[in-house]
């Protein structure tokens, strides 16, 4: 995490009432980071999936509901404070179209595109294949803050 997200962390947990212990990581959303990002702050996505395996080879925890999270732009910059309000596993083919549209990225068929295209490639990377049913790790989240540059 770089200074200027780990201070706008640190501003955060002193103005609210978040136990300053709490744990929190700083990701970019996807291939269009600035684009997604955007997305998140006017309120237009409130939901992201994941691909469920990659959990277990990465040996990395599931996320959680109450998990805190920073989204970044491209440039690392942080954008917003997101907080997971519901996790659900299920297989890709059968997420219902008010989560594909919570994603925020157009219609059912273009969100099932664009993670078609996306899962595909991340799992070659992984000498794995993209399936329809492959599970996924669907998240919603809330924005708790957002960042303000002219502060």
């Known amino acids: 995490m770089n200074e200027m997200t780990l201070a706008y962390w640190n501003q955060y947990l002193e103005k609210s009432k978040v136990h300053p212990l709490t744990e929190v990581e700083a ?3 996807g291939d269009d980071a600035n684009a997604l990002a955007e997305l998140v702050v006017s309120g237009k996505k409130t939901a992201t999936c994941s691909a469920y395996m990659l959990y277990e ?3 990395e925890p599931l996320p959680y509901i109450g998990q805190y ?3 970044l732009d491209a440039a690392d910059q942080p954008m917003a404070i997101i907080q997971t309000t519901e996790v659900t596993i299920q297989a890709m083919n059968e997420v219902s179209e008010a989560f594909a549209l919570a994603e925020g990225e157009g219609t059912y068929r273009e969100w099932w595109d664009i993670h078609e295209r996306f899962f595909s490639k991340l799992l070659r990377s992984y000498q794995l294949s993209f399936t329809p049913s492959m599970s996924i790790v669907c998240e919603r989240f809330k924005v ?5 540059t002219k502060e």
Not at 144 to 148: A, H, K, L, R, T
């Open 57 to 59: 080879i990465e040996n």
């Open 69 to 71: 999270a920073i989204v």
């Open 27 to 29: 990701f970019q959303f």
């Open 144 to 148: 708790v803050d957002q960042f303000n």
